[in-house]
T-cell receptor, first 115, second 115 residues
């Protein structure tokens, strides 16, 4: 299994630009999570989906952030417009919640730098 | 609601010495407990998990953790530290009643291994 795939691995953009981060979960997993990690705030859960439906987006910091999961094998996290304080590493994780133990599998992350 | 507290944001150990990372949890229902490791510039990787079977859980890279219900603890240990153990370690908790697979992560403990 290829694991959770995220793209791009690195993104450098200028303030005000739109940024789209992509995630492909592990095949067969039915929950998907987006996290943000910074030195100051640590690991933060932004939003999570179950069976492609957003369950809780209370962690999304502002309306500039949006996430979609159009099908079981793809999700996006969009920031529009981006700001320097959005610079962080963004992780996607997936899990199967159906008789297992909620173990999450993480992708390698996207390091976002907003200038 | 469940929560996790990791004691010590930074731990320094000598190569060959015991590694002990502390984790205490709070949960009103039986928990699932996890330890994840994050190496520099990588995503989180599962070290081990407690799922209500054996209270002493062995994981990868020589790590183990013991679930102690009376102390609400799930401390991580390794008898002899190796330079390659330098990383950040996260304790996480989930519960069987959570249908979405959400994990509550601790703040993390950065481990430095000195020669």
């Amino acid at each position: 299994d290829a694991g959770v795939i995220q793209s791009p691995r690195h993104e450098v953009t200028e303030m005000g630009q739109e940024v789209t981060l992509r995630c492909k979960p592990i095949s067969g997993h039915n929950s998907l999570f987006w996290y943000r990690q910074t030195m100051m705030r640590g690991l933060e859960l932004l939003i999570y989906f179950n069976n492609n439906v957003p369950i809780d987006d209370s962690g999304m910091p502002e309306d500039r952030f949006s996430a979609k999961m159009p099908n079981a094998s793809f999700s996006t996290l969009k920031i529009q417009p981006s700001e320097p304080r959005d610079s962080a590493v963004y992780f996607c994780a997936s899990s199967f919640t159906g008789g297992t133990y909620n173990e999450q599998f993480f992708g390698p992350g996207t390091r976002l730098t907003v200038l | 609601a469940q929560s996790v507290t990791q004691l010590g944001s930074h731990v320094s150990v000598s190569e060959g010495a015991l590694v002990l990372l502390r984790c205490n949890y709070s949960s009103s229902v039986p928990p699932y407990l996890f330890w994840y490791v994050q190496y520099p510039n990588q995503g989180l990787q599962l070290l081990l998990k407690y799922t209500s079977a054996a209270t002493l859980v062995k994981g990868i890279n020589g790590f183990e953790a013991e679930f102690k219900k009376s102390e609400t603890s799930f401390h991580l240990t390794k008898p002899s530290a190796h330079m390659s153990d330098a990383a950040e370690y996260f304790c996480a908790v989930s519960v069987v009643t959570d249908s979405w697979g959400k994990l509550q992560f601790g703040a993390g403990t950065q481990v430095v291994v000195t020669p």
